[in-house]
């Protein structure tokens, strides 16, 4: 069973203490120590020293490791909202479900994009810009009313790279490429389920800190239900 870095430094920090400890007690048990009983004593000692600043490094590397990986996913967090904003504004008025998906969603597919390739660019040939320009891609189409099915793998392999739930990944490609087959099929999640469920997961960009997108026009709690 795999333990946490963290557990395993306490772990081992214990059992220094519990060997220093085990030193000092042999010590003490003797009525009259000898003086090579104390040399071997400072000898067991300054081991466990060592190994203890080891241990110390260890940690202020780790922390600091840890920082800038925070730092890389603030960024990151802050370049994908940004990014999204702006092409949500200059798209006029989005469908509800598309605008929802790029809102909730896409920008943890920009995040990931740039985390997974550590390449925080949003240029055409990185791998977060050409997720961005599936993004673009995708409101061009939605405002034309005619959605490309050359979209649809893209998209669903997008939301995979983010863990979303295969199942709704699917009921929203439905609802975006098929629209006409929802009406004979139950099975499909509505608009508003798929919204309430992009919007109740837990984004990258939330645990980063990032501002949420707020848009001119967006829908209140009313609207939504």
Same mark, same amino acid.
């Given at each position: 069973? @795999?333990?946490?870095? @963290?557990m ?9 203490l519990?060997?220093?400890? &085990?030193?000092? *007690?042999?010590?003490?048990?003797r009525?009259?120590?000898?003086? *090579?009983?104390?040399?071997? &004593? /400072?000898g067991?000692?300054?081991?466990? !020293?060592?190994?203890l ?15 800038? *990986?925070q ?14 904003q702006a #092409? ?14 790029? *809102?909730?969603?896409?920008?943890d597919?920009l /995040? ?8 925080e660019?949003l240029?055409p040939?990185? =791998? &977060? ?7 673009r891609?995708? #409101?061009?189409?939605?405002?034309? @009313?005619e959605? =490309? !099915? ?5 998209? /669903? ?16 490609c439905?609802?975006?490429?098929? =629209? ?21 997961r837990?984004r990258i960009?939330?645990? &980063? ?7 001119p ?6 609207e939504?239900?």
């Amino acid at each position: 069973r @795999r333990t946490s870095p @963290r557990m395993d430094r306490l772990r081992r920090r214990q059992a220094l203490l519990r060997r220093v400890g &085990a030193v000092v *007690e042999d010590i003490a048990s003797r009525p009259y120590p000898t003086a *090579e009983v104390f040399r071997r &004593a /400072v000898g067991n000692i300054d081991t466990q !020293l060592g190994e203890l600043q080891r241990l110390a490094a260890e940690g202020e590397r780790n922390q600091v490791q840890a920082a800038q *990986e925070q730092e890389r996913l603030a960024f990151a967090a802050r370049q994908s909202t940004t990014a999204i904003q702006a #092409l949500l504004r200059s798209a006029g008025k989005p469908s509800r479900l598309v605008r929802t998906l790029l *809102e909730q969603a896409w920008s943890d597919v920009l /995040v990931m994009a740039m985390l997974a390739s550590g390449n925080e660019d949003l240029g055409p040939d990185s =791998p &977060a810009g050409q997720r961005l320009e599936v993004a673009r891609q995708l #409101l061009q189409a939605d405002a034309a @009313r005619e959605l =490309p !099915l050359s979209l649809r793998p893209l998209i /669903v392999d997008g939301l995979a790279s983010i863990g979303h739930d295969p199942g709704d990944i699917d009921s929203l490609c439905v609802r975006l490429f098929e =629209p006409d087959r929802t009406a004979d099929d139950d099975s499909i999640a509505s608009p508003t389920e798929l919204a309430v469920r992009l919007k109740n997961r837990n984004r990258i960009v939330d645990q &980063a800190g990032a501002p949420a997108p707020t848009l001119p026009g967006a829908l209140n709690a009313a609207e939504e239900s």
